[in-house]
């Protein structure tokens, strides 16, 4: 099994559009495509993708933000989305892509990367877990409509 990881390029739009829905399947493809332009053209966002044997297994966004949440320093990697396809999970992929958001961090002098997930994502919480991230807070957003 050979493993490649390396940043997105414009070519790449499309596999990384349908990895975005298998992060949020519930969002409308318009917001999912929206800022694919705009990310690949930011110094302060970086999209990596692995290819396991040439096939598409994963990506992760990252970004550089002010803050982060439990965070000491000022600015911090934050990785934004992450996804690695069902056949590919459990093989490292995750742990690869994530060494290299971090690696990309570090080369923008960040000191600290952050990350989020739902409360309810247990699959997810197990991964940043296992990959060393510690869990600094819990929220829960609310809304009021006012009429």
Request: with cysteine; net charge negative; aromatic share 12%.
């Amino acid at each position: 099994m050979s493993t490649e990881i390396r940043r997105v390029a414009a070519g790449d739009k499309e596999t990384w559009f349908y990895m975005r829905k298998g992060i949020w399947p519930e969002a409308p493809d318009e917001y999912l495509g929206y800022d694919l332009d705009e990310i690949l053209a930011s110094e302060n966002d970086a999209v990596f993708m692995a290819f396991v044997d040439g096939q598409p297994a994963g990506m992760i966004e990252a970004r550089i933000r002010e803050y982060g949440e439990g965070c000491e320093t000022s600015p911090v990697g934050y990785i934004e989305g992450w996804f690695v396809y069902d056949r590919f999970r459990g093989s490292g992929i995750a742990g690869e892509l994530t060494n290299a958001a971090e690696n990309w961090a570090r080369e923008k002098g960040c000191t600290e990367m952050a990350s989020d997930t739902w409360l309810d994502n247990e699959v997810s919480i197990r991964a940043h877990t296992k990959l060393g991230y510690e869990e600094v807070e819990r929220l829960v957003h609310f809304v009021k409509q006012l009429g």
